[in-house]
């Protein structure tokens, strides 16, 4: 038989998500990951946790556009069909609208994947450390 301990999991991926979506560190949730709009800082500035291991590349930008796209769609959709608006207030107001929610979610997401990569111990998170399976 196996003890509880063993299936216990100290880095749980849904604390570690809501962290990162806070772009607070995954491991201390005290401390800022990002030092400018999406640079993830090499080390956490509370608690000293490596960073430098993440791989969000592509990621965060594919997550954005999905969120955006299916959002702005059934609105512009519903907002044509209720009032008729002509196509440059339609390109004014989705456009505009489209890129302001782009540049909110962009770094929530890279913090997220951020926080997925080291609550799973991806791309070297967590190496050197023995994990119990």
């Known amino acids: ?23 607070l560190c995954p491991a201390c949730g005290k401390g800022r990951i990002l030092h400018s709009y999406l640079k993830v800082r090499d080390t956490c500035p509370s608690c000293g946790e490596d960073l430098s291991h993440q791989r969000a590349d592509d990621g965060p930008a594919y997550l954005t556009i999905l969120i955006v796209g299916h959002l702005a769609i059934p609105m512009m959709a519903a907002y044509f069909i209720a009032f008729r608006p002509g196509p ?46």
């Open 88 to 133: 440059w207030e339609m390109i004014w107001i989705f456009g505009i609208g489209s890129m302001v929610l782009s540049a909110i979610l962009l770094p929530l997401m890279k913090g997220m994947l951020v926080g997925i990569q080291w609550s799973r111990r991806m791309h070297g998170f967590g190496e050197g450390e023995i994990v119990h399976d």
């Open 1 to 23: 038989m196996q003890s509880h301990d063993e299936y216990h999991d100290d880095r749980p991926l849904g604390r570690s998500i809501g962290r990162g979506l806070r772009c």
